[in-house]
């Protein structure tokens, strides 16, 4: 009877001690508020001042007209034409300042020194150009401008080493957009 009393004990006082799990936790459901809706009339406007013609229109048309047009983008072999210049990752030798003068009918490629100083056959598709060096025409290059025309994405891929950069084009090198031709009485 002793060993029973005992286990009564022992089993109360673990039901007593006993931890219970925290009450799950539960998202309130979001509801979607309801959009105001917007009378059919107009609410008159009690204001006393007189409204100007500048006060009429809301700033962000303002400042809309405020900012210039971008200019297109170059289209053609212009797109490439100029020199690129940025830094590559050359191996052994780390990102190394490279340029690449590229003609203006986009057929040739003239590599900087550091990369041999020849001239390169270039292939434009689309709106990338791309063209081959190394000794053999292992390393296969590629340079796609951007839409402002003044930086270029250029990749690198040879047989052990890819690299991405972007080149920016010399100030002197941007070719002029096309213009209307004047008339002169």
């Given at each position: 009877?002793?060993?029973?009393?005992?286990?009564?004990?022992?089993?109360?006082?673990?039901?007593?001690?006993?931890?219970?799990?925290?009450?799950?936790?539960?998202?309130?459901?979001?509801?979607?508020?309801?959009?105001?809706?917007?009378?059919?009339?107009?609410?008159?406007?009690?204001?006393?001042?007189?409204?100007?013609?500048?006060?009429?229109?809301?700033?962000?048309?303002?400042?809309?007209?405020?900012?210039?047009?971008?200019?297109?983008?170059?289209?053609?072999?212009?797109?490439?034409?100029?020199?690129?210049?940025?830094?590559?990752?050359?191996?052994?030798?780390?990102?190394?300042?490279?340029?690449?003068?590229?003609?203006?009918?986009?057929?040739?490629?003239?590599?900087?020194?550091?990369?041999?100083?020849?001239?390169?056959?270039?292939?434009?598709?689309?709106?990338?150009?791309?063209?081959?060096?190394?000794?053999?025409?292992e390393i296969a290059w590629?340079?796609?401008?951007?839409?402002?025309?003044?930086?270029?994405?250029?990749?690198?891929?040879?047989?052990?080493?890819?690299?991405?950069?972007?080149?920016?084009?010399?100030?002197?090198?941007?070719?002029?957009?096309?213009?209307?031709?004047?008339?002169?009485?």
């Amino acid at each position: 009877m002793r060993t029973i009393a005992k286990l009564c004990l022992i089993y109360c006082l673990l039901l007593i001690t006993a931890h219970h799990l925290p009450a799950p936790i539960v998202e309130p459901e979001e509801k979607p508020t309801p959009a105001p809706q917007q009378s059919k009339a107009p609410k008159p406007n009690h204001s006393t001042k007189p409204e100007t013609a500048l006060e009429e229109q809301p700033s962000a048309k303002i400042e809309k007209r405020a900012q210039p047009a971008p200019r297109p983008a170059v289209q053609g072999p212009p797109r490439f034409a100029g020199t690129w210049t940025g830094k590559i990752n050359q191996g052994v030798l780390g990102h190394v300042k490279t340029s690449l003068t590229i003609d203006t009918n986009a057929t040739s490629i003239q590599l900087s020194r550091n990369l041999g100083g020849s001239s390169k056959p270039l292939t434009v598709s689309g709106s990338t150009a791309s063209w081959k060096s190394g000794a053999m025409g292992e390393i296969a290059w590629t340079l796609t401008p951007s839409s402002d025309g003044q930086t270029a994405q250029v990749t690198m891929k040879g047989l052990m080493l890819t690299d991405s950069a972007t080149f920016r084009r010399g100030a002197a090198n941007v070719p002029a957009q096309p213009s209307s031709p004047t008339r002169h009485p």
